[in-house]
């Protein structure tokens, strides 16, 4: 390759540069094809098996990951209180506007990266990885020290009730700290995920869940450390899984042979940002959605707020079965448009439709019937009565058209795997101004209950333009590499 020569051999980004440039890589491409370049590609055999394989981990990992941001909220509300809990729930839409913003940043990077593991172009991958993880090293410190500044003011601005301020300002204090390791946690996961391995990110997630859980009963509930202890956990536990994720990638690479590759490279950075720039701007609209929505659940007082915080916290782990499986198309898709196969993808496509479906129907099931008692894991159900009817019956409302969220999130893992970021923003924006329109129009007539509604009406036309563009069949022609 005649980019591959240029400079000294080096190896992956700075953050552990003294380990990384230990990692030698070979020189003579006549080496055979070692099985970690083949494990992982789902550019052959049977789309079916090669789907439910990969996708499996992912769901089991994002549920994880989800399950101890419910921990979270079932320890601080049963153990601390009412007040507390509204206190998470009021600081939830920023922290989870910045982790949308860390899991869009790794996904767009992703799709570079499996374009070039589907085209074996196995040194520009490996250089693509180390410009990636450098350049969201800095990007993370940036909005690190960004974040720090503006906590107190983003708190005020959306209007956080006087008496649980202070403990929501300070749990976000503690949550920008560790923004390096949210970032390049995400970022790590991302790249496995690009390279067919979703094994291992599920290993990282469970064994964080675990250790973030076990902190959680012993700052909250031993110390006595409140909101604070919660955050601290949550820290600490993305920082062990972000240096372990690290020495697994290193070893997975170090074991895929190449010619020598390069720690940066701007034309790579820039065909990242390309798709990592819509995907986050589209991963930032579902967080920006739901701090303009807080917004508005904030001027309805904390019992509310309590309830709308303990169901939004079960409707956020029912929902990621359905994100994962349209994470996983975007790899299938953009392995298969690197090895250029788009023929593929068409089986591929209606194979995740039908899991995202089934999987989002089920969920429904559960939840239409059993929401009462899934809100009252975060109340105590004699102080707290209002607050987990109003959960509950937001629960009931919008379990409804799961299924629906899933069929958009797997149209518009297509057109983000193909890198038709276009319509992908556009169908994205569109299922944002529905949502926030409708919430701000009919808020107070509705007296919050069209909160309920918006979410599902986003989705409706969100999914109706990304099938409109898939049968269309503009995303074919958008290959990046």
């Avoid at 609209?285 to 929505?293: E, K, P, Y």
């Avoid at 918006?454 to 995303?475: D, I, K, S």
Wanted: charged residues 15%; proline residues 2%.
């Amino acid at each position: 390759m005649s980019e591959g020569g240029r400079g000294a051999e080096v190896g992956l980004p700075t953050l552990f540069l003294k380990y990384i440039v230990t990692l030698k890589c070979e020189k003579d491409r006549s080496v055979p094809v070692m099985s970690e370049q083949i494990k992982g590609s789902m550019v052959t055999g049977n789309p079916t098996r090669a789907l439910i394989g990969f996708t499996l981990p992912m769901v089991a990992g994002n549920l994880f990951q989800q399950f101890y941001n419910i921990m979270d909220s079932v320890i601080v509300g049963n153990v601390v209180g009412e007040e507390a809990l509204a206190a998470v729930g009021a600081s939830t839409a920023i922290t989870m506007m910045f982790v949308m913003v860390a899991m869009g940043t790794g996904i767009g990077c992703s799709v570079v990266i499996s374009q070039l593991f589907g085209a074996k172009k196995l040194e520009e991958m490996k250089t693509a990885i180390s410009t990636a993880l450098l350049s969201i090293l800095g990007f993370s410190i940036f909005l690190s020290m960004l974040g720090l500044v503006i906590n107190r003011g983003l708190m005020d601005l959306m209007g956080t009730p006087e008496n649980i301020f202070e403990d929501a300002a300070e749990y976000m204090q503690i949550y920008f700290f560790g923004f390096v390791f949210l970032f390049l946690y995400n970022a790590f996961s991302a790249i496995f995920n690009a390279l067919g391995d979703s094994g291992k990110p599920l290993m990282f997630l469970i064994f964080s869940s675990l250790l973030n859980i076990g902190l959680d009963l012993y700052f909250v509930a031993e110390l006595h450390m409140g909101v604070a202890g919660v955050a601290w956990a949550t820290l600490i536990a993305q920082g062990i899984s972000a240096l372990l994720s690290f020495g697994f990638l290193m070893w997975k690479l170090k074991g895929i042979e190449t010619e020598r590759y390069r720690r940066f490279d701007p034309a790579l950075l820039k065909n990242m940002v390309k798709v990592a720039v819509p995907t986050i701007v589209q991963q930032s609209i579902v967080s920006v959605g739901m701090v303009l929505v807080q917004s508005v659940v904030n001027r309805f007082g904390s019992t509310f707020l309590a309830g709308y915080t303990a169901a939004t916290k079960i409707d956020g782990i029912a929902i990621v079965p359905m994100v994962a499986v349209g994470n996983a198309t975007s790899t299938y898709v953009a392995q298969n448009m690197g090895a250029r196969k788009p023929e593929r993808i068409g089986q591929g496509y209606r194979i995740c439709l039908m899991m995202a479906a089934g999987i989002g129907l089920t969920i429904a099931v559960i939840l239409h019937f059993a929401g009462n008692d899934f809100v009252g894991l975060f109340l105590d159900s004699d102080s707290s009565r209002e607050a987990i009817a109003i959960g509950a019956r937001y629960l009931s409302i919008v379990s409804l058209f799961y299924f629906m969220m899933g069929l958009m999130n797997v149209s518009n893992g297509v057109l983000r795997g193909a890198a038709d970021m276009g319509w992908f923003l556009t169908c994205s924006l569109c299922n944002l101004g529905v949502r926030v329109g409708l919430t701000y129009a009919l808020a107070d007539a509705t007296h919050g209950m069209i909160i309920m509604w918006a979410n599902p009406a986003g989705w409706a036309v969100g999914l109706g333009l990304a099938v409109f563009r898939y049968f269309q069949g503009g995303w074919k022609t958008k290959r990046i590499v």
